[in-house]
């Protein structure tokens, strides 16, 4: 028995129960004896902990530790943990977990869901005639009565609590609702909100008031299909401006929130908020992008025809359709990636996850992995940095040839107006040559060098893809470069077995 001095607890437990692997039968029944003594107030700190959720340890003997000075919204994730030390040998970890989560649920639901309503089925009789067999050697035998009501504890208290948060706190809802709006399912309510937002967005971020926006998010939602939400959920949905910058546009800045609280802030953490928030900015950029090059596509459908007579603008264009029209297919390309093999295919695994979850820590890990899943394939993860940086690089260059085809229209309009009311013909040569060698050639010499550097960019772009170790982004760059039309330097191990 030496070294068993200062030891308590489950540590006096694993101390003695080393002793249990002895060949002489008579030393094993003495300590074994001896165990049960010993583990006895251990015991009913169990039973406290998986029937009443209360953590009695004045002395430091239970494996479970708590701190009490951890917040409400902070009590699943950080108030209990098992105390290793403590942990008897005998006692699998897995076991371990699985008792410290049945407190931790019983506690949750009383102090942040505010239910004190039995949690059915953990009986004083169950309870009663596992405390009969008061030996904690349970650990060798899974099929023991203790580790039967461990099992029947759980189940119980975990499904009471996914309960509690489905039904009374409409935590589905809530998912859903994240889902629709800051991960961009609501197709017809983004697309009005854009719309009605464009105006205001155009300006510079430092004129932008959150009551207007406010207000133009309400008239978006009474538009469209949105109105149905719940009203709850609907209450909870806001706008908010993001850091400004030098420079910095309504686009740069704007982003939709969800105000999450109760217990269901477990899930939905500041920080997850923050992923959502991260995803939406990229999202939405995205989404500006389609937004503007749709706007573009309608706006050389209805102007062409009134410049169309005006035979010197023919190569300039040009330029702006075909540089339009591959712009076009890769923010097509960008947009189905994201939407269906990243955020749906993700969706339907999380909503598989949630289904199968058997406790709230299953719940948590999943909506983790989704978030995570999403974060990576989307570009946003750490090892994705270079790649996101040459993305924005490209909508830098979309943005760009937005303004320099306006410009284009605008300036052809003028002409062809000026053209149309000098009836007199006077001048009309001279005015003719200025615009062709210093309106018609800039705007050509402009949209060639921002053709020439879009395509240097989707080229890095695509060999960064097509040397990334994610096999989505792979085929991604496939997609975006299938007929080849971009000329994609090869990958070294490509050339080596070439």
């Not at 939400?229 to 209450?235: Q, T």
């Not at 190569?315 to 029209?325: I, K, M, N, R, S």
């Amino acid at each position: 028995m030496v070294g068993w001095a200062g030891l308590k607890g489950g540590a006096l437990c694993s101390a003695i129960h080393a002793h249990l692997r002895c060949g002489d039968p008579f030393d094993v029944a003495l300590v074994r004896g001896i165990l049960n003594q010993v583990a006895r107030p251990v015991r009913c700190l169990l039973d406290q902990w998986i029937y009443e959720g209360e953590l009695r340890d004045n002395n430091d003997e239970f494996f479970v530790s708590g701190d009490d000075g951890v917040a409400e919204d902070k009590l699943w994730r950080e108030k209990y943990a098992i105390r290793k030390p403590m942990l008897p040998s005998f006692v699998p970890h897995e076991l371990a977990e699985k008792i410290l989560l049945i407190g931790k649920s019983i506690d949750f639901i009383r102090r942040a869901c505010r239910d004190r309503s039995p949690i059915g089925g953990s009986s004083r009789e169950s309870k009663d005639d596992a405390v009969a067999t008061i030996e904690l050697t349970f650990g060798d035998v899974p099929g023991s009565p203790l580790h039967q009501s461990i099992d029947l504890a759980y189940r119980e208290t975990s499904k009471r609590l996914l309960e509690i948060l489905y039904t009374k706190y409409n935590f589905l809802g809530h998912l859903k609702a994240m889902r629709r709006y800051l991960l961009m399912g609501q197709g017809d309510f983004i697309r009005h909100l854009m719309d009605l937002l464009e105006p205001e967005l155009e300006q510079d971020a430092k004129h932008l008031y959150l009551h207007n926006l406010t207000g133009t998010l309400e008239s978006a939602v009474r538009a469209t299909n949105a109105q149905f939400d719940d009203p709850d959920i609907l209450e909870r949905l806001d706008v908010r401006l993001l850091e400004l910058s030098a420079g910095d546009t309504g686009w740069d800045v704007f982003s939709l929130d969800y105000h999450v609280d109760g217990p269901i802030q477990t899930v939905f953490t500041h920080d997850t908020v923050r992923r959502y928030l991260r995803i939406f900015n990229f999202l939405w950029r995205a989404k500006r992008m389609e937004h503007g090059l749709a706007s573009v596509w309608k706006s050389q459908t209805s102007r062409t025809r009134e410049i169309r007579w005006m035979t010197e603008l023919s190569e300039v264009l040009h330029l702006c359709y075909t540089l339009g029209a591959s712009m076009m297919n890769f923010v097509n390309q960008m947009q189905y990636y994201i939407t269906f093999e990243v955020l749906e295919c993700g969706w339907a695994e999380l909503e598989k996850a949630v289904g199968q979850a058997n406790d709230l820590d299953q719940v948590i890990a999943a909506h983790d992995t989704f978030l995570d899943d999403v974060t990576n394939r989307a570009l946003l993860g750490p090892q994705s940095t270079t790649l996101l940086r040459q993305l924005r690089t490209i909508f830098d260059l979309i943005v760009q040839y937005q303004r320099a085809q306006e410009d284009v229209f605008t300036a052809a309009a003028t002409e062809a107006e000026r053209r149309c009311g000098n009836a007199s013909n006077q001048g009309e040569a001279g005015e003719t040559r200025r615009f062709i060698e210093e309106d018609v050639y800039g705007m050509t010499a402009r949209l060639g060098v921002l053709a020439k550097s879009y395509q240097g960019a989707v080229r890095q772009f695509l060999a960064g893809l097509d040397d990334h170790n994610d096999v989505s982004l792979k085929f991604l760059c496939f997609r975006l470069n299938f007929n080849e039309h971009f000329d994609v330097p090869k990958r070294r191990d490509d050339l080596h077995l070439n």
